[in-house]
């Protein structure tokens, strides 16, 4: 199939769930956690895929709003680079490239008690997967090594 054998609707309605998770990106890249909050369903949940399958439950809207605040504090220098985006008409797929200087702690809920500043230089590379629905996302799925991060981090056991 060629890109000229889509209808004008087919490809309409690829825009909005798109759109939405463009938004999103841009949020995060600018360090806007209650921008990137405005982009999420009431029943969103956040998957993060690095843990036991069993173990690790979705984060729920709420978590998720606490959350990416802590992290954007924790570094202030960060950039967060899309490189890589494929998308239908509910599901997109964003490949990326965080990069950040741990010059702040990170408190609660990402570590407890808190990681003091490192001043250490991350980078890490990741995959997100946003489903999207009535203009909002109900769900993003994120793969990443945290093996990686821990150690960019000087996280010991």
Same mark, same amino acid.
């Given at each position: 199939?060629?890109?000229?054998?889509?209808?004008?609707? =087919?490809?309409?309605?690829?825009? @909005?769930?798109?759109?939405?998770?463009?938004?999103?990106?841009?949020? +995060?890249?600018?360090?806007?956690?209650?921008?990137?909050?405005?982009?999420?369903? $009431?029943?969103? %949940?956040? &998957?993060?895929?690095?843990?036991?399958?069993? =173990?690790?439950?979705?984060?729920? %809207?709420?978590?998720?709003?606490?959350?990416? @605040?802590?992290?954007?504090?924790?570094?202030?220098?960060? &950039?967060?680079? *899309?490189?890589?985006?494929?998308?239908?008409?509910? *599901?997109?797929?964003?490949?990326?490239?965080?990069?950040?200087?741990?010059?702040?702690?990170?408190? @609660?809920?990402?570590? &407890? $008690? @808190?990681?003091?500043?490192?001043?250490?230089?991350? %980078?890490? %590379?990741?995959?997100?997967?946003?489903?999207?629905?009535?203009?909002?996302?109900?769900? =993003?799925?994120?793969?990443?090594?945290?093996?990686?991060?821990?150690? =960019? +981090?000087?996280?010991?056991?």
């Amino acid at each position: 199939m060629h890109a000229d054998d889509h209808t004008v609707a =087919e490809i309409a309605a690829v825009v @909005p769930a798109l759109e939405v998770v463009a938004g999103y990106s841009a949020a +995060l890249a600018a360090g806007d956690a209650q921008q990137m909050a405005t982009r999420l369903a $009431p029943e969103f %949940r956040l &998957d993060w895929v690095h843990g036991d399958a069993f =173990e690790n439950q979705p984060l729920s %809207r709420e978590e998720t709003n606490q959350f990416w @605040p802590s992290w954007l504090a924790g570094f202030p220098e960060m &950039d967060y680079e *899309v490189t890589r985006t494929v998308a239908g008409e509910t *599901v997109c797929v964003v490949q990326w490239t965080f990069t950040g200087v741990h010059a702040a702690p990170l408190k @609660p809920p990402i570590f &407890d $008690p @808190p990681l003091n500043a490192t001043n250490r230089v991350i %980078r890490l %590379r990741g995959v997100s997967i946003y489903d999207v629905a009535g203009g909002l996302i109900q769900r =993003e799925t994120t793969y990443l090594d945290l093996a990686t991060l821990m150690v =960019e +981090l000087g996280v010991r056991p």
